[in-house]
């Protein structure tokens, strides 16, 4: 059992890919789109529950998580954030738009040395999303979005503790190397609808959209009020 | 994979039963005799890693957790001990002794009604004991055990979660019971060696030993120092 298959009215719609892939303006995009579509839309982003993010945090700190736990903190996190907001959105109709969902688990996961098969039976109380969009860059295009900036890159944002080099921005370049390789070999196994992060952007929107339109019926989510375009832009529900 | 199989020199001695089996008890006094057998011996409990006690603590008190979230919750904890204390004893070549293992995760999680594979997958990350001691007793024989001492139970060890009853007694025997069956259940698949934990103390404790000493060659795990006793049961390493 990979995946939950319990029954739903709403859809969900992920975004995966490296950091730098672009998703996460593309997916903003796509909520904006359909709003103005007038659908029940709403946002959820990787790694964003109270729950346990002190443990989190702590043991970040201390660095004294070992793979195992660190996967499993992580599974608790997004446990509790699927079972208390995506799935009674879900239940309620909504169309529910992910910016990271359970591959990203998969990915980081594995390439930290947990057994691929264990992390995916770790998460198989989550559904199987309805569309989930890849966004496929080349490795040195994502780093160079990324590093551009010249960011403090965290500890485990790097990869540091995989003792791939001593030098954080070097640690991350191969930490994402390794992270590519496994969205590579879960493009075919998981059905992932690829986008070219390196087109045009607006050439990656209606791709989206067109694919969407293709295995979503859009009335089903409609709102019974409105959304109007009013002035200079201003909104407001009727 | 339902357990990890990677050799160690050390060995891993669990006991499980319901709560009032006289587990706990037995389990003493067999470290106790194999302290005075000059064993390396070690021992720990179910539950009492720092990491995520507070997220526990939290959860429970606002009653948030699903089953899903309370079970992911309890195997970041027991695999945080885990990595951090049993397997670096197991390593170093200890006898370490466990009151409660990953069954009685196996057991709680099924009655609160997460999928019986998937539980066992998630603790798949540890090893298999090689000695479980099961205690098996009459579910009266352990309630009156339990609630002659007329306890405050808590609401999860009352098992309240599970809307069996309003009364937190009640509440609690059924929970009980319901764990039983699922201890009848894995006392075979997994090979337990049964105690009657309602035969008299000095019986159990001479079964135990009988077993341990059938399965293992404690010669393997005695200090080169010995544990002497000198005057009034004082004990000194020479």
Redesign the interface.
């Known amino acids: ?1 990979v995946f939950q298959k319990d029954q739903v009215r709403g859809k969900l719609i992920a975004v995966e890919g490296l950091d730098g892939s672009g998703k996460s303006t593309q997916i903003a995009l796509l909520k904006r789109w359909l709003e103005l579509e007038s659908c029940k839309v709403v946002f959820t982003e990787w790694n964003s529950s109270d ?2 993010k ?2 989190t945090r ?2 970040k700190k201390q660095r ?3 793979p ?2 660190f996967s ?2 992580h ?2 996190d997004f ?2 954030r699927y ?2 907001q995506i799935m009674p959105l879900l239940r309620a109709g909504y169309l529910v738009l992910a910016d990271r969902y359970v591959y990203t688990a998969y990915a980081r996961d594995a390439v930290r040395g947990c ?1 691929r ?2 992390v995916q ?2 998460y ?2 989550a559904r199987q999303p309805d569309i989930t969009y890849y966004f496929e860059v080349p490795l040195q295009v994502a780093l160079d979005r990324i590093l551009s900036g010249r960011p403090q890159l965290k500890f485990h944002e790097a990869g540091m503790d995989l003792d791939l080099s001593e030098d954080p921005t070097e640690s991350f370049r191969i930490f994402q190397g390794m992270i590519l390789e496994e969205y590579e070999r879960q493009k075919k196994q998981f059905g992932f609808c690829v986008i070219d992060g390196s087109d045009l952007p607006e050439n990656q929107q209606a791709r989206m959209r067109a694919a969407l339109t293709d295995r979503i019926d859009l009335s089903h989510y409609r709102r019974k009020t409105k959304v109007i375009r009013e002035g200079y832009g201003k909104e407001v529900l009727r």
């Open positions: 059992m729950l346990v002190s443990a702590r043991g004294l998580l070992t195992t736990t499993l903190i599974a608790t446990a509790d079972e208390r057994d098969e264990w039976s770790l198989s109380f």
